[in-house]
Every structure is written in structure tokens, then in C-alpha cells.
């Protein structure tokens, strides 16, 4: 069973378009509950009507792999929210998912790809992040029912 450990929106890029350029300020706002939209996204987020079809419309990273960067790494001070992905799971291989349907609190999801580690990772995370988390990255994925997603308590 995934569990869903954390879940974050944020209302703009901080990354994504700012190449050579100071990250935005946006924060991430962790929620206890959110929205997903079928073929839209995350109501509140930036990527929300992004684009259509947009593979990205959810992303997901595993907690296990970001406790183990923070503890491989000696990364203690790095933060969840700091990866920009949106909801931090427990409990499944997220690479296994990519071309596959799958389901959380009873929305369906089709993992796409992996979210591939950028040279930003480094910077917000600490040395080394964006090499550790080759392969391990978290997933793209777009919202096939809509539905809303409950951290679990």
C-alpha cells in the first residue's frame, strides 16, 4: 500500500525558466489535503491547466530515497518541500510505475516518466544531490479521476 506522507503545492516556478538566473521565491506550501483534477492537475498549483496532457501533472517522490540522500550525503538540514515535488509517498518503488495505472485513496493516476534530477538539486538540497538522486528522482505523472489525496495520519 502507498502511503502519503507529505503533500505540497506551490503557486509559481522557482526553477523552470530560470536557468542562469536566481531561483523565484515562491514558496511550497505543505497542505493536508489536495485536489486532483483529471487531465488538469493539482488545483493550486503552478502546474495546474499547465498544458494539455502535460506529464507532470503530479509528481511524486519517495521518502525512503530522500531519507536516504539526507543520511548517505550527511545532508540533515535538507527539506522535502526543497525538491518541488508534490506528494512524498512511502511504501512503492515509483520507478516501477513509469508506463503503468495505478491508484492512491482511490484516484487513478498513469505514471509517465521519471522526474530527472537538474543541477538545482545541488543547490537546494547540498553536494552531490543531483548525482545521488540519478535514477531515483521521484515520478511524473498525469491525473486520469478525479479525486483528492489525504496525507495520511
Not at 503533500?7 to 516556478?13: A, C, N
Not at 538566473?21 to 493539482?42: K, N, T
Not at 521521484?138 to 478525479?146: E, H, M, Q, V
Request: hydrophobic share 40%; proline share 4%; net charge neutral.
Amino acid at each position: 500500500m502507498i502511503r502519503v506522507c507529505h503533500i505540497f503545492i506551490s503557486p509559481g516556478h522557482n526553477f523552470a525558466g530560470h536557468h542562469d538566473q536566481p531561483p523565484g521565491e515562491h514558496p511550497l506550501i505543505e497542505v493536508d489535503s489536495v485536489e486532483c483534477v483529471a487531465g488538469r492537475g493539482l488545483r493550486g498549483d503552478r502546474y495546474f491547466d499547465h498544458k494539455q496532457d502535460y506529464k507532470g501533472q503530479i509528481t511524486f517522490f519517495a521518502l525512503e530515497v530522500f531519507d536516504a540522500l539526507r543520511r548517505e550525503l550527511n545532508l540533515s538540514a535538507a527539506q522535502p518541500q526543497a525538491t518541488r515535488r508534490n506528494v512524498f509517498t512511502r511504501g512503492a518503488d515509483l520507478n516501477t510505475l513509469v508506463g503503468k495505472e495505478f491508484e492512491i485513496q482511490g484516484v487513478r493516476f498513469a505514471g509517465v516518466a521519471e522526474c530527472s534530477p537538474c543541477y538545482w538539486m545541488n543547490r537546494v538540497l547540498g553536494a552531490g544531490a543531483e548525482n545521488f538522486l540519478q535514477d531515483r528522482g521521484g515520478l511524473r505523472a498525469r491525473i486520469l479521476a478525479d479525486g483528492v489525496l489525504r496525507r495520511d495520519v
